[in-house]
């Protein structure tokens, strides 16, 4: 089963612009996850949020949850090339099993 | 601290064959995950072990199964192979329940 629904499917913007990515899921969560695949480095992790979390930072990345809306947002800022890939969230449900969407492709033209 | 890592890396196989993919976890990780990703799809959850327990199972018929040994590797493996199997096979390991996972670089099987 698909939780997690990126939005948009598609991002194209250019280098040193602000890349923002929204996720929307379903049922109530332990927390929510963010992850980056790219070819070079496969799926890392980037940032995890816990259901009591409003508001995460890590460097040029910032991740927003709102549980009454069921939605969470990735802002990257100031994209580099290097941050070109595929950005998905994961949402840990009650049973602690992470449902992944089908990711938004970012690309950062120079 | 060494990384998740996945044998083999590829893997051609034939319709009807068998094949079994391994995962070692990060040291001290007790849970792993498998993971399909196809281009369409997205990531599909197969199952995740804890502690050689199987502790949740997605939407996968029975050819899928896996196992976790005391020493926290896990094993994955399909039976009588069809041409929709062909994917990349992703493990993760968590340190435990409400953590990130880390993942390895993936098994690519091919089903011809």
């Known amino acids: 089963s698909q939780q997690g629904e990126e939005d948009p499917q598609a991002l194209s913007i250019q280098e040193g612009e602000n890349a923002t990515m929204n996720c929307s899921y379903k049922?109530?969560?332990?927390?929510l996850q963010w992850y980056r695949q790219n070819s070079g480095r496969g799926l890392v992790h980037l940032i995890l949020?816990?259901?009591n979390e409003r508001e995460k930072h890590s460097g040029r990345l910032r991740v927003t949850l709102d549980t009454s809306k069921k939605s969470s947002s990735l802002l990257i800022t100031a994209s580099r090339a290097a941050d070109t890939a595929s950005y998905f969230c994961?949402?840990?449900?009650?049973?602690?099993?992470?449902?992944w969407g089908a990711g938004t492709k970012l690309i950062i033209k120079p | 601290k060494a990384g998740v890592t996945q044998t083999p890396r590829y893997l051609i196989k034939t319709r009807g064959q068998q094949v079994t993919l391994s995962c070692s976890p990060i040291?001290?990780?007790?849970?792993v995950s498998w993971y399909q990703q196809t281009p369409g799809q997205g990531l599909q959850f197969l199952f995740e072990?804890?502690?050689?327990?199987?502790?949740n199972k997605g939407n996968f018929p029975g050819r899928f199964s896996g196992r976790q040994f005391s020493n926290s590797r896990s094993e994955m493996n399909v039976s009588t192979l069809e041409l929709g199997d062909s994917a990349l096979y992703l493990c993760?390991?968590?340190?435990?329940?409400?953590?990130?996972?880390?993942f390895g670089p993936g098994t690519r099987l091919t089903v011809t």
């Open positions: 994961a949402t840990d449900e009650s049973n602690y099993q992470l449902i």
């Open positions: 993760a390991s968590r340190r435990g329940r409400e953590y990130e996972q880390y």
């Open positions: 072990y804890f502690s050689e327990t199987q502790r």
């Open positions: 040291s001290g990780h007790r849970s």
């Open positions: 949020i816990r259901s």
């Open positions: 049922t109530s969560i332990n927390n």
